[in-house]
């Protein structure tokens, strides 16, 4: 657990965890609990001697600034592969209004409440594509490591939750945040298994984003701004996202742009991948796919 912290407030790309006899019982534990882009797990007779990866092979690789310190150095943490031209990209506005009617993905019917709360054509229509995005990309999925030109080994990759080890993520509204600032960045989270991970802070003056909460399966706190910033210096949180800067990740405390979807999820879950050193390891693909790690669309 110790470890997995220093990992957490530390962030380097990889993590090289060597097995034996097979217990892989340790490794999974380290990779629930922190949210490294590159994972390798070495079995006895083929260990795992360094922390690469081949992008093209399904081995996701990519840069993350600790957490909660992004916004310091990048405007949305580096993916490989993805189209570089994306970082730079925004929805026209006509197009995210022709999505506010609906439909949302199946099974997330449930999310109706949170998005008729929100007011404005456009925002709606965000939140419907981040649903449609996080429906198709939700999973575990395989890479291929045999066959490519260098050693051979099992992969599998994909979007993940924030560590599992306790600390959370907390969207922090103040007096004049509005639920339609707050909305886009709780929709990623409201709609899978990270729910779980998330509590939404509120101005105690902040009737209307309380009151719209209040219809919502989600863990919310009211508290003034002093007391959001002294417990925030107590508990070790993973990350503080303050939504009305955040909505388009540009500072603007204004809706106009929004970023591809893709981008923009990427700034509050880990993605990435595990793999073994050793090939059609499928011991390592059952242990690991069962992993409740994994990003998942949750159902209710």
């Given at each position: ?20 006899g ?49 916004q ?37 019917e ?24 996080l ?7 395989r ?24 600390q ?39 009737s209307?984003?309380?009151a ?10 009211t ?8 417990a925030?210096a ?8 303050r ?7 540009n ?22 991948h ?8 499928e011991?390592?693909v ?10 998942k669309?949750?159902?209710?």
């Amino acid at each position: 657990k110790a470890l997995a912290g220093w990992l957490v407030r530390n962030q380097p790309i990889s993590l090289a965890m060597n097995t034996v006899g097979g217990d892989m019982a340790y490794a999974r534990q380290l990779f629930e609990q922190t949210s490294q882009v590159v994972y390798t797990v070495g079995r006895e007779g083929n260990p795992a001697l360094t922390c690469q990866a081949r992008p093209q092979e399904g081995e996701i690789f990519g840069e993350f600034p600790v957490r909660r310190e992004l916004q310091k150095f990048t405007r949305y943490p580096v993916f490989v592969p993805s189209p570089t031209a994306a970082y730079n990209c925004h929805y026209d506005e006509a197009y995210l209004a022709s999505k506010a009617g609906g439909p949302v993905p199946a099974g997330m019917e449930y999310a109706a409440p949170l998005l008729s709360s929100v007011l404005s054509a456009e925002v709606r229509g965000f939140c419907v594509l981040v649903m449609e995005y996080l429906a198709d990309s939700c999973g575990v999925n395989r890479g291929d490591g045999k066959n490519t030109g260098g050693p051979d080994r099992t992969i599998i990759w994909g979007l993940q939750r924030p560590p599992l080890g306790g600390q959370p993520t907390v969207l922090r509204c103040a007096v004049d945040t509005s639920f339609d600032e707050l909305a886009p960045t709780l929709v990623p989270f409201f709609v899978t298994n990270a729910r779980d991970a998330v509590r939404v802070s509120v101005d105690p003056a902040n009737s209307t984003v309380i009151a719209a909460l209040a219809e919502l399966d989600v863990a919310v706190v009211t508290e003034s701004e002093a007391e959001f910033e002294g417990a925030a210096a107590d508990e070790a949180l993973y990350n503080v996202i303050r939504p009305e800067a955040l909505a388009d990740n540009n500072n603007t405390s204004s809706l106009e742009q929004f970023p591809m979807v893709g981008q923009f999820v990427s700034l509050y879950f880990p993605m990435g991948h595990i793999k073994s050193t050793t090939v059609d390891d499928e011991a390592f693909v059952e242990y690991f796919s069962a992993s409740e790690k994994w990003l998942k669309c949750a159902t209710e």
